[in-house]
Every structure is written in C-alpha cells, then in structure tokens.
C-alpha cells in the first residue's frame, strides 16, 4: 500500500538530548514537510524540502534540523536545542508545488521526561 | 503579518442538520484553499480543494465556497452525522515564495445524536 510512515508513534526524550524521527514515504512524492502540533492549535511549518539534497526553513525551524539525501525519506532531528520540544509532529507529502493536496503520516509524540 | 482564523470555539450540532465552519485570511491572496479533517492522535486528512476561480465547490454532503473578496471560505456538511465528529482545518498556500501550505488553527466539530 502506498502512503507516508513516521515511526516511532511515542518517543521520551530526556533533557538535553537529540532525537531524530522519521518519515517515509513510497508514494513517489518530490516534497515533503514536517508540521509541530501544539495542544488546541494549528500546524506550524518547521521545514519543508522540494527536491532531493534541498531543504528550507519554515516558520519554527530553530532547534530542528533535517535532510533530504534521498526522494523516500525526511528524518527530522529535534536537538537540545529546542527549548520546549515537547508536542506532536507530523510528517507530509505532495506531488509538488501548486494545489495538490498532502498526504500525512500518523505523527510521532515527543515528550520530554 | 499573514493570518489564517478559524473559530476557535467547538461547534456542537445536532444529527442531521447542517454543520458550518468559517475560515478567514488576511494579507495575501491564495490560488487555492484546502480542507483537512483530523481526528484526535491522527494526522489531518485531505477532503477539498478549491481555486480562486471557482466559487462552490461539492463532494457528497461536503460544500466549500470561496470568496475571494471577503477572504472567507465557508465548509458545510449537509446531514451531518455523529461520525463527522472531528477537528477541521483550512490551509492555504501563501505564493510568498514559500511553497508549503500554512495551516489555520481548526475548528472542532461535535455532532450530537
């Protein structure tokens, strides 16, 4: 079946450690992006990349970092960092630019112990 | 600053009746606008996409509009069932050389039997 896996769904962290999730898709998709949830709120961008060995900041990029060395995969590090790591983040896909819609994973819950 | 608002407050509805969800922007002018339905724990899940030249938009018990003039997209669900209950959030792309979508913060749909 084709879709877009993040893996694990529950990860702890202790303080001050880095922790990288991940993210996969089959679904031959160039772009693909990484949203945080916050309790109650919307999706903020952390980064977004277009193109394979591309990749650019979104809205909350500090304390995070990515990369993109192949079409399949978009693993997203959340470093010591981020100050309040904590929450849910989501893993995305599309076809590309313009209005194609995306494709999400079942998210990955950070909590730091 | 660009700003995508959708009420914030849970709409409780009863079964049957028709479900109305508002969502408004300022400061730019979208090609498109898209719809997503999340469920808790699970990521948002593609329903409607709509352009800028088109104003109504359907798919079974689902209506978007879009005026272009107002900056409001309005997201109706006719007949509404216990089943439709859920988080849904409108996502624009902002064409600021950003090519990702920016997410409002959802509305939460209860649907009563």
């Known amino acids: 079946d084709g879709g877009i896996t993040q893996s694990p769904k529950y990860l702890f962290r202790k303080e001050g450690q880095n922790v990288t999730l991940s993210c996969e898709q089959n679904l031959n998709h160039d772009a693909m992006y990484w949203y945080r949830q916050d309790p109650g709120q919307g999706l903020r961008l952390i980064y977004y990349s277009q193109i394979v060995n591309d990749f650019q900041k979104g809205d909350i990029a500090e304390g995070y970092s990515v990369s993109r060395e192949k079409k399949e995969s978009f693993p997203l590090t959340v470093t010591s960092a981020q100050k309040n790591p904590t929450a849910f983040y989501l893993c995305?896909?599309?076809?590309?630019?313009?209005?194609?819609?995306?494709?999400f994973g079942q998210g990955t819950r950070l909590t730091v112990v | 600053s660009q700003k995508i608002e959708q009420n914030s407050e849970a709409l409780n509805i009863q079964e049957g009746k028709t479900a109305t969800l508002t969502c408004n922007y300022t400061n730019y002018s979208p090609a498109y606008l898209q719809w997503y339905r999340q469920d808790p724990g699970r990521g948002p899940v593609f329903l409607l996409l709509?352009?800028?030249?088109?104003k109504e938009k359907r798919k079974e018990r689902l209506k978007v509009t879009f005026d272009t003039t107002l900056k409001q997209s309005l997201f109706h669900i006719t007949a509404s069932q216990p089943a439709d209950s859920a988080t849904y959030l409108c996502?624009?792309?902002?064409?600021?050389?950003?090519?990702?979508?920016?997410f409002g913060s959802g509305t939460r749909l209860q649907v009563q039997p």
């Open positions: 995305a896909s599309s076809i590309g630019q313009g209005a194609t819609e995306a494709f």
């Open positions: 709509i352009r800028e030249n088109e």
């Open positions: 996502a624009l792309d902002m064409q600021t050389g950003r090519r990702a979508l920016t």
